[in-house]
């Protein structure tokens, strides 16, 4: 969530405005949404063949890659708006596409399933609402504060933050985020015991 997902979804269109690319930024949307459907569809298909925890890591990598790009980009923007818009006015929309493509394949639906893994039978109820409540409280913390970040400190220090957030998200899942792929919730449990 606090990799910026909800507020970059919400504020596409202006995104793609700001950017200046040569491409419709409506176009520009809809294709970002196209990709977004077909990697959701795609993620279903083989997230039990190489496991949850390959696309946690990979759905992350693929984001810090993608924001750093589209931070950097607007960062040197700053100097040169004509040429890095007519040159490179292509990298926003390969950027947002890369990036909601490796939300949609790992860090997007991936969590929800593994909330049903990982947490025990007795609190199962609970901790799930917990965790849905604490996701919506962040999202409209980041929606909320999206555009006065771009505003106030740049439109790359914003990119540049949410990479942030997405490096310390890969560092959290290799070091403890466990695979759960055709392991029982007593394999799960044991293995956070070990790791005490």
Partial sequence: VVCGIDAILFYTVDIFRTAGSTLNEYSSTIILGVAQVVAAMSSALVVDKYGRRFFLLTSEVFMVISLSILGTFFYLKLGDDTYITTEFGWIPLVSLIVYVVA???????????????????????????????????????VTRFFNDIMENAGRHVGYWLFTGFCILGTVFIYMFVPETKGKSLEEIQESFRRKK
Avoid: D, H, Q
Avoid at 119 to 137: A, D, F, V, Y
């Fill in 103 to 141: 939300f949609s394949i790992g860090l997007g639906p991936i969590p929800y399933g593994m909330m049903a893994e990982l947490l025990p039978l007795n609190i199962k109820g609970i901790g799930s609402s917990l965790l849905t409540t604490t996701r919506w409280l962040l999202v409209f913390f």
